[in-house]
């Protein structure tokens, strides 16, 4: 349903070490990001003392005592946008190994052997569903073009 790309899980933890939630928003993963965003700013609110805040600002830091509540949800958000950034390559790349095949026979749970073509008009396996050969998505059976790239699925003369 949505198109993956490869990101870097280093710049994600980073940017998830620089401002609360940054990271996800990087990986498009918005509830994510709000979500962390908002752990943080509670754990800060519930834990962190005023003395500790407004001496932060005026340029006195705080004891690590006093901030490391706060610190450790930052932390966990940082370790959480670097795993997500990691598992969306993963499947990135899975996605990119079903599609990246231009010549395949796999077998179904029947025996049967299906044989698959760059030039095929589509591709069925043997559970019913329906691949679009240009883009690789699982396309709807009923219509007769992939709702995603928009080619047509069978031979336009019906042979």
């Keep these: 349903m949505t198109e993956r790309s490869r990101r870097r899980p280093w ?7 620089v401002v609360s939630g940054l990271g996800h928003a990087y990986l498009r993963r918005w509830a994510r990001a709000l ?6 700013t509670a754990a800060v609110v519930a834990f962190v003392p005023e003395s500790a ?28 946008a670097y795993v997500v950034a990691l598992r969306n390559n993963r499947a990135y790349e899975r996605e ?10 796999d077998s179904t749970d029947d025996g049967t052997a299906n044989t698959t ?8 396996a043997g559970d019913g569903t329906v ?11 009923a219509v007769d073009f992939c709702q995603w790239c ?3 699925l069978g031979d336009a003369d019906g042979a």
């Design 150 to 152: 928009a080619e047509p």
């Design 11 to 17: 710049l994600a933890a980073l940017l998830a070490l």
């Design 117 to 124: 073509t760059a030039a095929s008009a589509e591709t069925t």
């Design 53 to 80: 805040i407004s001496g932060a600002f005026a340029g006195d830091p705080p004891a690590v005592r006093e901030v490391a509540p706060a610190a450790a949800v930052v932390g966990a958000s940082v370790i959480d």
């Design 96 to 105: 990119r190994g079903e599609t990246g095949a231009t010549d395949a026979t």
């Design 35 to 40: 979500g962390w965003y908002l752990a943080v």
């Design 131 to 141: 691949r679009c050969p240009a883009c690789g998505k699982e396309t709807d059976p």
